[in-house]
């Protein structure tokens, strides 16, 4: 018996790696059909800013309302049934788990083989990796929202025979903005980050260029222009805090109507903190940012109310109509899907029986060293943070400090800073692994802290106040108290800051400045070199893989095991 | 001189649109022996009173003092019974209330003699290594009011004690709870009880303070003279109780 469920086990972990694994060589298998691209020359002339904000932002924009419409549909479809969400959410946890920085020239050869060798394939799949990076935590949001609709709520509207229609329209729709809005705001922080990555990336090898913030800033630190730089910078900073000032808060204020439970406070304090630091500025700043902000809450109520009411007949018709294109969407989908698999196993097993070049020998060696610098960023992480949260449950005063510090400086793309740190840090220390854990840390420490600082505003006041009226002395009450309370956040945070980790790991190992590489031995510095040196197909196909073994079984192993007995032990009812 | 003293107390709290005064100039005294109830609408600033007698809550304005003595911070002569009992889920009951006695850093022993005595003597005997999660609400609120008598506090602060319970579990804590007080070995001398069911205050109380909303004033102090065991259907009962539902009533 105990050996069967093993089994089941190793061949669950197994057979999504191999999935993953086929579809990665039938995506690489596409390099060979790829003509070599010459994108534009760069040019970093301060006048040209504006134009590359406006680059950049239009894939964001263009990600983001395709990540909107694939999350609802998604969310809903997993949310029909025990069956469907048996499949659909271990997928999104798979998806997950994929380093998509390291999939990004996979997307590339693909898509502009797709566009018969034109640029605009570089820009689809520039689209399609913000998409990844936005899309899951949304799905799972809506996925989230109406399962834990009230069963009143849901019975009032069946009582009143309403249909399908009127249910999404008046049930379904409404329940999912106040999470919607929330990972909206997630997933645009972390489009930037990966957005900005990819123009990075791009901007290395001069073949598939796109011009954008990213590789402004990238060119920018290659040719050592220090004010373009800071320019570059200033853009993108005003660009995210406009876009938080004037859509997000707004939105977020807007969204706290749709909420069912009625819990003030904490929730309340989460969405305001911008607009608190605003607020310092002046009540007048503050007032006439929220009079500008208008008419876009009214933008979104019109829309919300905008959908049609419709009569019984057409309501019929439509609701056919939409369930046979629900299946037909998924029918194609996986058949293109089981294709894809089909095609991509040939195409794994065509790579696999190549030569297999004498780097392949690195790869423990790199796993090793890789896995090593993710524990020193995730320690670096973990020791500012966890104080961080310990003060804030205590001292209300600190968290007013930190938060909107934390939310502003934790908005910014740290991709954007990958040029200058690694610069700074070369040029004082000569060598690369400094820089490297600095930049894992600044893709790991953001979700930890915003995972803690959530974790500590839901500890129940009473506790605290127990804390103080029986005078525990501090080393009590941390252990006691504020540490166990933290677990499920601890773990929760840990599991996205490693997935963020990952990422920026794949970029921070290598690096070309000035005409000179500069790389260390790990994971993603096999992987880009395989992929801007050699293009060795099998090299980045088994760096990548050893990343998502090693993302998988971490997940399983520890992370999944912490979350079971953190959600058991360490958890308020 | 009375135990307890509250000269002039008052309680604002910042917001938006300007600080909001939940306690407007409170003033009483509390005597050694007294069982207080105190009793208002929700919003009276109760609770917040009970939190500035603990220390938990610093006073904007006034004095509390303790045998004559000014009180600032914790007064470590008090323990408090929480509304949602206040309990680490993550503890077992035993660990719980050794928890609340870290503060008096006796001996382990000492400490594990006085948790022990006290699971006797709220009845959990049996149940030291549960987990509050495996208690039902009366079981926990057991739970919460052993921690507190642990500490052998002379005065014991009760916060709503038994709002989260069902009504045939509080009648029962109730009684075990005066039992407990009047025993002649009880260390507690002094209860005050904040509470917005009138009857238990009627039921419980020597004397009963109303409050009234917005911000919180002392209307009403109401000496309670019926005998105990009290019977709820009595005449005299009910219409001590009808006096503080129409004081409350009046300046709602």
Redesign the interface.
Same mark, same amino acid.
């Given at each position: 018996m105990e050996q069967k469920i093993n089994m089941r086990r190793i061949i669950g972990g197994a057979v999504p790696i191999l999935i993953v694994a086929a579809l990665l060589a039938l995506f690489f298998g596409f390099r060979n059909y790829v003509p070599a691209l010459h994108g534009p020359r760069l040019s970093i002339t301060a006048h040209q800013l504006p134009y590359y904000a406006f680059c950049s932002f239009n894939r964001m924009l263009v990600a983001y309302v395709i990540a909107l419409v694939f999350s609802i549909a998604y969310g809903m479809m997993a949310a029909r049934g025990r069956m469907w969400e048996r499949i659909m959410i271990p997928a999104i946890d798979i998806a997950q788990s994929v380093p998509v920085v390291g999939f990004f020239p996979a997307a590339v050869y693909f898509f502009v083989a797709l566009a018969h060798g034109s640029r605009l394939g570089v820009e689809i799949a520039a689209v399609f990796l913000i998409f990844t990076s936005q899309a899951w935590n949304l799905a799972l949001g809506v996925f989230e929202s109406i399962r834990t609709i009230p069963d009143d709520s849901r019975e009032a509207l069946e009582a009143f025979g309403s249909s399908g229609w009127l249910r999404f329209r008046k049930l379904m729709l409404p329940a999912c903005v106040p999470k919607l809005v929330y990972n909206s705001i997630l997933s645009w922080v972390a489009g930037w980050y990966f957005l900005i990555a990819c123009e990075i990336i791009t901007a290395g090898p001069s073949t598939y260029r796109l011009p954008g913030l990213g590789s402004f800033l990238m060119e920018a630190a290659n040719r050592g222009r220090n004010s373009e730089m800071v320019l570059g910078l200033l853009t993108l900073l005003l660009v995210i805090v406009a876009m938080d000032l004037v859509v997000w808060q707004p939105l977020a204020v807007w969204a706290e109507k749709f909420r069912y439970e009625f819990t003030s406070g904490a929730e309340a304090e989460r969405s305001l903190g911008m607009l608190n630091a605003i607020g310092m500025l002046g009540p007048s700043v503050y007032r006439a940012m929220r009079l500008a902000a208008r008419p876009l809450t009214t933008l979104a109520q019109g829309l919300l109310g905008a959908i049609p009411p419709l009569d019984a007949a057409t309501r019929e018709r439509a609701a056919r109509a939409a369930r046979a294109a629900g299946y037909a969407a998924l029918l194609t989908f996986v058949t293109l899907f089981s294709y894809a698999t089909v095609r991509g196993l040939g195409a794994l097993v065509r790579t696999l029986m190549a030569p297999w070049p004498a780097a392949v020998r690195q790869i423990p060696a790199a796993t090793l060293a890789s896995t090593i610098r993710m524990i020193a960023a995730y320690a670096i992480s973990l020791g500012w943070t966890l104080p961080c949260a310990l003060a804030a449950i205590h001292s209300a005063r600190f968290k007013r400090w930190l938060s909107p510090i934390a939310e502003i400086v934790g908005s910014m793309p740290a991709t954007a800073l990958f040029p200058v740190i690694v610069v700074l840090v070369i040029q004082v220390t000569g060598q690369m692994n400094l820089a490297s854990i600095l930049l894992i840390l600044t893709g790991m420490q953001w979700y930890l802290l915003f995972n803690l600082l959530a974790g500590a505003s839901q500890i @129940?006041a *009473? !506790?605290k *106040? %127990?804390a #103080? &009226? +029986? #005078? !525990? &002395?501090r080393w009590?009450t941390w252990t006691? !108290?504020d540490v @166990?309370a933290l677990v499920p956040s601890i773990v929760t945070g840990s599991i996205t800051a490693w997935g963020g980790g990952w990422n920026a790991l794949i970029l921070s190992e290598y690096f070309v400045y000035r005409g000179q590489t500069y790389k260390v031995l790990g994971l993603g510095a096999l992987l880009d070199a395989a992929t801007y040196e050699t293009g060795n197909n099998l090299m980045i196909l088994l760096s990548l893989l050893s990343m998502v073994v090693v993302v998988v079984s971490l997940n399983r192993l520890v992370w999944r095991r912490l979350y079971n007995l953190a959600t058991e032990? +360490? #958890? %308020?009812? | 001189m009375a135990l307890l003293e509250l000269k002039q107390v008052s309680k604002s709290y910042p917001h938006a649109k300007g600080n909001i005064r939940v306690l407007n100039e409170m003033s009483l005294g509390i005597e050694l022996g007294e069982f207080i109830a105190i009793v208002g609408p929700s919003g009276c600033g109760k609770s917040t009173l009970l939190r500035i007698i603990n220390g938990i809550v610093p006073p904007t304005s006034g004095q509390v003092l303790y045998n004559g003595q000014q009180v600032d911070g914790i007064n470590p002569e008090c323990a408090m019974v929480f509304q949602s009992f206040a309990l680490l889920p993550w503890l077992s009951v035993k660990a719980n209330i050794e928890l609340g006695l870290e503060a008096r850093r006796g001996a382990p022993a000492e400490r594990e003699r006085l948790a022990t005595r006290y699971i006797d003597k709220v009845g959990l005997d049996g149940f030291e290594e549960a987990y509050p999660r495996e208690l039902s609400g009366g079981m926990r609120q057991r739970v919460g009011l052993a921690r507190a008598l642990a500490v052998e506090p002379a005065v014991l602060l009760m916060d709503e004690p038994f709002s989260a319970l069902d009504a045939l579990t509080a009648i029962g804590l109730r009684e075990e709870l005066l039992d407990l007080w009047q025993a002649a070995d009880s260390p507690v001398k002094t209860i005050i009880m904040v509470t917005h069911i009138i009857e238990e205050a009627v039921e419980l109380a020597d004397r009963i303070l109303v409050l009234s909303t917005g911000p919180g004033r002392l209307v009403g102090d109401i000496k309670v003279e019926l005998q105990r065991p009290r019977d709820r259907r009595a005449e005299a009962f009910n219409s001590l109780t009808d006096r503080v539902f129409s004081l409350i009533e009046e300046r709602a």
């Open positions: @129940p *009473e !506790l *106040e %127990f #103080r &009226s +029986y #005078r !525990l &002395s009590a006691k !108290l @166990p032990r +360490y #958890r %308020f009812d | -």
